[in-house]
């Protein structure tokens, strides 16, 4: 069992790497476009921005598991397949974006105004501004969001591996549930809460660091 265990944990891991990856470089993307194109933003566009967001609050609407077989059709012709590890790496990817975007919007906005008015009485222009002022001061509150996504997506991936994207998921349901191996679902709780509290720690720890404001 110790292979199996090891083997789940691997395809966990690279669900989870590979989906957040992703999701932290589309999210962010977003956030940043939600924020500058927003009313009073760096560059207002109040329709587009309105329309953005419905489209973000749609996707996070939508249960895991329902975006999971919706997105069939898309994963068969992005991964050429929709079972196994990389099929799972689409849907969570997709799950997860609009919620990381909307965290890091968040600690986009509370950013003090006086700031970016200060950068611009400088005279630097738009993506400087948001390079050099609003990511700087917001990075606490997004590497907060960015441990609070992590952590979600290792519960998406467990759900994902007990319809055949494998990992820890799909050991404690095949093993745990349909073979009553009470031990199996029991070691694959332990090791997800662990897996849990590592991710809050090191990103707890990553936030205060980089906060200059302790």
Not at 53 to 71: E, G, K, T, W
Not at 161 to 184: F, H, I, K, M, P
Request: with cysteine; hydrophobic share 55%.
């Amino acid at each position: 069992m110790l292979d199996k265990y090891l083997r789940a944990f691997g395809e966990t891991l690279l669900m989870v790497t590979s989906a957040c990856a992703i999701v932290f470089a589309v999210g962010m993307l977003i956030a940043i476009v939600l924020v500058i194109t927003a009313p009073g933003g760096l560059v207002p566009r109040p329709r587009f921005n309105r329309a953005l967001s419905v489209v973000v609050n749609l996707f996070r609407a939508v249960p895991f598991i329902i975006l999971l077989v919706a997105l069939l059709p898309v994963t068969r012709w992005i991964v050429g397949t929709t079972m196994g590890t990389w099929a799972a790496v689409v849907p969570l990817a997709v799950h997860l974006i609009p919620f990381f975007a909307r965290v890091t919007q968040v600690g986009l906005r509370e950013i003090d105004p006086g700031l970016i008015e200060a950068a611009r009485a400088m005279g630097c222009r738009r993506w400087h501004i948001v390079r050099h002022v609003l990511l700087p001061e917001a990075l606490p509150a997004i590497l907060g969001g960015a441990t609070v996504t992590v952590i979600a997506m290792v519960g998406a991936s467990a759900m994902a591996g007990a319809v055949g994207a494998g990992g820890l998921g799909d050991l404690a349901v095949r093993y745990g549930y349909e073979r009553y191996e009470t031990s199996v679902m029991f070691n694959v709780i332990v090791i997800l809460v662990a897996l849990v509290t590592l991710v809050q720690f090191a990103g707890e720890r990553l936030a205060r660091r980089v906060d200059h404001r302790r």
